[in-house]
T-cell receptor, first 113, second 111 residues
Framework: DVKVTQSSRYLVKRTGEKVFLECVQD?????MFWYRQDPGLGLRLIYF???????EKGDIPEGYSVSREKKERFSLILESASTNQTSMYLC????????????FGPGTRLTVL | GEDVEQSLFLSVREGDSSVINCTYT??????LYWYKQEPGAGLQLLTY?????DMKQDQRLTVLLNKKDKHLSLRIADTQTGDSAIYFC???????????FGKGTHLIIQP
């Protein structure tokens, strides 16, 4: 079974803090994604990566950066957290091949005070 | 860009069938998916259908695809309280940016 794990289920940070959200997948997938989920807005893609050290902006990259130093790990960084970044953050991975699909981690609920 | 639309809420009585509908715009979609998200949890893949299929059945779940109208539906037979969740429709056309998701349909079960 594919496993996508995220470093924290719940996180509380203060405005201005630097925040790291870690995601690890164990299926050797090439593609990894970070989404945020907010009521009424569905899933919005922040960044994705299709290979080590490669990254692409999604729909809402402002205020975020990412790091993919190893294939299995994709980190989302909030350089200076703000209250409007309070949200549920979901990581996903996707392999290559016709029967593959995106597998999601359990999510990190981040609250910025 | 591609778009996936679905209703935000659906309310059904326990024991009835639920039908969640979804429309999409990308005619090059290869796979279409249904994900389930229970409160406080991540997204769990429920089922998927390849674009050259019309129907797929898996126990209480039936997926219908009308490729001409770009319409996908998920039918849950004998809906139970454990089916209460948000259901996301998604399509994949092979792009590096992954799946395109709808905003999710909240399925509310009334006793």
């Amino acid at each position: 079974d594919v496993k996508v794990t995220q470093s924290s289920r719940y996180l509380v940070k203060r405005t201005g803090e630097k925040v790291f959200l870690e995601c690890v997948q164990d299926m050797d997938h090439e593609n990894m994604f970070w989404y945020r989920q907010d009521p009424g807005l569905g899933l919005r893609l922040i960044y994705f990566s299709y290979d080590v050290k490669m990254k692409e902006k999604g729909d809402i990259p402002e205020g975020y950066s990412v790091s993919r130093e190893k294939k299995e790990r994709f980190s989302l960084i909030l350089e200076s957290a703000s209250t409007n970044q309070t949200s549920m953050y979901l990581c996903a991975s996707l392999g290559l091949g016709f029967t593959d699909t995106q597998y999601f981690g359990p999510g990190t609920r981040l609250t910025v005070l | 860009g591609e778009d996936v639309e679905q209703s935000l809420f659906l309310s059904v009585r326990e024991g009835d069938s639920s039908v969640i509908n979804c429309t999409y715009t990308d005619s090059s979609s290869t796979y279409l998916y249904w994900y389930k998200q229970e409160p406080g949890a991540g997204l769990q893949l429920l089922t998927y259908i390849f674009s050259n299929m019309d129907m797929k059945q898996d126990q209480r779940l039936t997926v219908l695809l009308n490729k001409k109208d770009k319409h996908l539906s998920l039918r849950i037979a004998d809906t139970q309280t454990g089916d209460s969740a948000i259901y996301f429709c998604a399509e994949f056309s092979g792009g590096a940016d992954g799946l395109t998701f709808g905003k999710g349909t909240h399925l509310i079960i009334q006793p």
